[in-house]
């Protein structure tokens, strides 16, 4: 049985972007695990479960009745109830400024390398997009080390629209150079981005418009040899550049799982460019 540790945010993920590689997965018999960054219970992002929710960028409807009626069975089933705690499992490096510092970095790096070892139960990491991914997931240090953990056991790393972000910026302490560099990877295109009502579960706050352009993020940390693949006006945008397994958006959430499995049970190391 294949093993899958699935990411999600505590500030709501989409619906589909879960669904969609779960339902694959689930089918092939594989075994997903949850996590989230502090142990609690994750939520869908309401308008993933407002069939025929309209998304202005794309002027279209995203969220159609099979995907709101699937996301709202499993955001009130049990399944994603007692998550793995991610702030208890990884460690936090510590300040530069700390006392003993090259004593407690020591230490860090020989708990993060045990942890390491743990993650070879898994076969790929799955981390879910959404805009929630943007307050705890993306600049997640220990999430950082997940990824450069699956990485250093060449391990298939899948990550879906607003987490792709955390592949550019999951870099090792002494190089801190971009982990795919070189690699051709997808994600939220400019031309898609929100200009309001960027919001978020357990928070108040309505961001306006993204943080950040994801676009220009991917383009300099892909830079030179690599490649981002934006795939604007085509239904999807899914890239395969093994370890590496990228898609832009909602709609290539189910090719995403598809391609997993071709990637676990296969041995693909290229798909969509």
């Not at 942890?115 to 220990?142: F, H, T």
């Not at 898609?192 to 309505?206: A, E, P």
């Amino acid at each position: 049985m294949k093993k899958v540790l699935v990411v999600l945010s505590e500030y709501g993920f989409w619906g589909e972007e879960l669904v969609g590689p779960l339902e694959v997965f689930d089918q092939h018999g594989y075994e997903a695990v949850f996590m989230t960054p502090t142990g609690k219970r994750p939520h869908a992002l309401p308008p993933s479960m407002e069939a025929g929710f309209f998304d202005p960028p794309l002027r279209k409807v995203v969220t159609d009745e099979y995907y709101a009626s699937k996301t709202r069975e499993i955001d009130a089933g049990p399944r994603l109830e007692n998550p793995i705690n991610l702030s208890t499992w990884f460690p936090e490096r510590p300040y530069f400024s700390s006392d003993e510092f090259s004593h407690k970095m020591e230490t860090y790096y020989n708990t993060r390398a045990e942890c390491w070892k743990e993650l070879e139960a898994y076969d790929a990491l799955l981390m879910v997009g959404g805009s929630g991914p943007l307050i705890d997931m993306v600049n997640n240090q220990r999430l950082h080390d997940v990824i450069l953990g699956f990485r250093s056991l060449d391990k298939l790393i899948i990550a879906e629209c607003y987490a792709v972000t955390c592949l550019a910026f999951a870099r090792e302490w002494d190089n801190r150079k971009s982990i795919i560099q070189g690699k051709h990877v997808t994600g939220h295109a400019v031309e898609y981005d929100y200009k309001d009502g960027t919001g978020f579960l357990n928070t108040d706050l309505n961001m306006g418009p993204p943080p950040y352009p994801l676009e220009y993020i991917l383009r300099d940390a892909t830079a030179p040899t690599g490649q981002y693949h934006g795939g604007v006006g085509r239904t999807t945008s899914t890239i395969l550049d093994y370890p590496f397994l990228t898609g832009r958006s909602t709609q290539d959430s189910r090719l995403v799982g598809e391609t997993a499995v071709q990637v676990l049970e296969h041995g693909l190391r290229r798909y969509g460019w």
